[in-house]
Nanobody, 115 residues
Framework: QVQLVESGGGLVQPGGSLRLSCAAS????????MAWYRQAPGKQREFLAH???????YYADSVKGRFTVSIDNAKSTMYLQVNNINPADTAVYYC?????????WGQGTQVTVSS
């Protein structure tokens, strides 16, 4: 069983940047995809980006150009760099891993964008 733990959230001013991390409790070897989602108050969970085991990245149109997903396989950690952040980015950010037919979610990290 793998546990995913997100970190790096907090209060950010508009126009700023932050980097979220998703650390796995064990090896992520063999994963199919690792992805980032977010859920704003009163809204459905929204896909943001994913990275495949082959290193291919894919982004939702709404975040393309501002968000960058990356992964450090040696550290079993995925990252999400968010630039030019704005109040619409306020949400709980979750990471997800798909491996061998199983899906794992983290507990989420809150990002609040406000001046």
């Amino acid at each position: 069983q793998v546990q995913l733990v997100e970190s790096g959230g907090g209060l950010v001013q508009p126009g700023g940047s932050l980097r979220l991390s998703c650390a796995a409790s064990g090896s992520i070897w063999g994963y199919n995809t690792m992805a980032w989602y977010r859920q704003a108050p009163g809204k459905q969970r929204e896909f943001l980006a994913h990275v495949t085991s082959g290193g291919t990245t894919y982004y939702a149109d709404s975040v393309k150009g501002r968000f960058t997903v990356s992964i450090d396989n040696a550290k079993s950690t995925m990252y999400l760099q968010v630039n030019n952040i704005n109040p619409a980015d306020t949400a709980v950010y979750y990471c997800k891993m798909e491996r061998w037919g199983s899906v794992y979610w983290g507990q989420g990290t809150q990002v609040t964008v406000s001046s």
